[in-house]
T-cell receptor, first 112, second 114 residues
Framework: QKEVEQDPGPLSVPEGAIVSLNCTYS??????FMWYRQYSRKGPELLMY????GNKEDGRFTAQVDKSSKYISLFIRDSQPSDSATYLC????????????FGKGTHLIIQP | NAGVMQNPRHLVRRRGQEARLRCSPM?????VYWYRQLPEEGLKFMVY????????ESGMPKERFSAEFPKEGPSILRIQQVVRGDSAAYFC????????????FGPGTRLTVT
C-alpha cells in the first residue's frame, strides 16, 4: 500500500462546475496537509496549507482534512479553464524537518 | 520578490558525465529541499539542507548523488556518472524556518541523459 493514494484522472468537468479532488493516506503521523497546483513543465505552486483536521477556505478553494478517515479533499468552486492543471496533495508529520510525501497528482481538465 | 530560482532549466548530459544543479532559495529562507519527479511518478523527497548542514538525506540514492548548501552561494545537487535512469525533473523547494512546513518550489531542472 502506497503512503498516499491519489486518482490520476484525468478528471474532465465543464466550466463553472464544482470540482472535488481527494487523497487518502496510511501514515497516522501526518499532521500537515498541502495542495499544490502544477502546470505542465512548471514547478508546483502551493495552493492550500492546513494543520490537522478541519476546513480551510481561500477564495474559490476549500481544503478539508478528516484525520479519522485519513482522507483529505480540495474543492474548487466556479471552475475556470485556467484551473486545468495537475493537482498534487502533499503531507508531513510536521516539526519543520520533514520532506513532504506527495500523491502522484490528479490531472484536471476544465472544458470551456 | 524573487521566488526560488533554479538553473539550468534544461540540462543534457551523456552517460558517465556529471550533472550539477543549482538552487537559490527565496529571500529570507534558510531551508532547502530537493525532490525528483520521474515520468508518470509523483514528487519524491531526496534531501533537506540548511546552511552548511545536511539535515535529512534519507531519500537520496546511496551512490553518485550528493548535495550541499554552502555558507555563501546556492545549494548544489550533484550527480556523478549519470545514467539514463537519472533523467527526470529535479525540483528545489525552500521554507523560511524550522517551524514551517510550507515549502515553495522552483521551476525545476529537467535533466536528460543520452
Amino acid at each position: 500500500q502506497k503512503e498516499v493514494e491519489q486518482d490520476p484522472g484525468p478528471l474532465s468537468v465543464p466550466e463553472g462546475a464544482i470540482v472535488s479532488l481527494n487523497c487518502t493516506y496510511s501514515n497516522s503521523a501526518f499532521q500537515y496537509f498541502m495542495w499544490y497546483r502544477q502546470y505542465s513543465r512548471k514547478g508546483p505552486e502551493l495552493l492550500m496549507y492546513t494543520y490537522s483536521s478541519g476546513n480551510k477556505e481561500d477564495g474559490r478553494f476549500t481544503a478539508q482534512v478528516d484525520k479519522s478517515s485519513k482522507y483529505i479533499s480540495l474543492f474548487i468552486r466556479d471552475s475556470q479553464p485556467s484551473d486545468s492543471a495537475t493537482y498534487l496533495c502533499a503531507m508531513s508529520a510536521g516539526g519543520g524537518a520533514d520532506g513532504l510525501t506527495f500523491g502522484k497528482g490528479t490531472h484536471l481538465i476544465i472544458q470551456p | 520578490n524573487a521566488g526560488v530560482m533554479q538553473n539550468p532549466r534544461h540540462l543534457v548530459r551523456r552517460r558517465g558525465q556529471e550533472a550539477r544543479l543549482r538552487c537559490s532559495p527565496m529571500k529570507g529562507h534558510s531551508h532547502v529541499y530537493w525532490y525528483r519527479q520521474l515520468p508518470e511518478e509523483g514528487l519524491k523527497f531526496m534531501v533537506y539542507l540548511q546552511k552548511e548542514n545536511i539535515i535529512d538525506e534519507s531519500g537520496m540514492p546511496k551512490e553518485r548523488f550528493s548535495a550541499e548548501f554552502p555558507k555563501e552561494g546556492p545549494s548544489i545537487l550533484r550527480i556523478q556518472q549519470v545514467v539514463r535512469g537519472d533523467s527526470a525533473a529535479y525540483f528545489c523547494a525552500s521554507s523560511p524556518n524550522l517551524l514551517s512546513d510550507e515549502q515553495y518550489f522552483g521551476p525545476g531542472t529537467r535533466l536528460t541523459v543520452t
